[in-house]
């Protein structure tokens, strides 16, 4: 069974927002996005400094089974990447929610208008069947 935590918001493509400070949404993938891929090897990271828009591609997540795109569950603007995962991609697996997180976006507006498309965690759990 795959952790889905309360106090995050989730896309159905398997990413997780997380408020931060000000105007910064942390992301990652889930719990159960990790569980599929297997043993991830690489991460393929938006640039700092890149504008991204809510559902669109930002990079790939490469693990031993396959290579999957890496989807922006919010807009705004790439201000931070966690750099600790080039060279320990295995953060993904061991810890999704944690020190496994992938980059950070400033969005225009607040948090909830941010992540008012996105799943909270019930609406979360039942599209992954928990």
Same mark, same amino acid.
């Given at each position: 069974?795959?952790?889905? /935590? ?10 997780? $927002? @997380? @408020? ?8 990652? %993938?889930?719990?159960?996005? @990790?569980? /599929?891929?297997?043993? %991830? ?15 669109? *591609?930002?990079?790939? %997540? ?21 750099? $600790? #995962?080039?060279? *320990?991609?295995? #953060? /993904?697996?061991? @810890? ?5 997180? %992938? ?9 909830? *208008?941010?992540?008012?498309?996105? #799943?909270? $965690?019930? $609406? ?7």
């Amino acid at each position: 069974m795959s952790e889905v /935590l309360d106090n995050l918001r989730y896309s159905e493509e398997h990413e997780w $927002a @997380q @408020q931060g400070e000000g105007k910064i949404v942390r992301v990652g %993938i889930t719990d159960h996005a @990790q569980h /599929l891929l297997g043993d %991830i090897v690489f991460v393929e990271f938006p640039e700092i400094g890149t504008a991204v828009t809510a559902g669109d *591609s930002v990079g790939s %997540i490469e693990s031993v089974k396959t290579v999957s795109e890496l989807y922006s569950p919010v807009s705004g603007t790439v201000t931070r990447i966690n750099e $600790a #995962l080039e060279d *320990s991609p295995e #953060l /993904l697996n061991e @810890q999704p929610y944690g020190e496994g997180w %992938i980059y950070e976006v400033e969005v225009e507006g607040d948090y909830a *208008s941010a992540t008012s498309g996105l #799943l909270d $965690a019930a $609406a979360y759990r039942e599209l992954v069947g928990e």
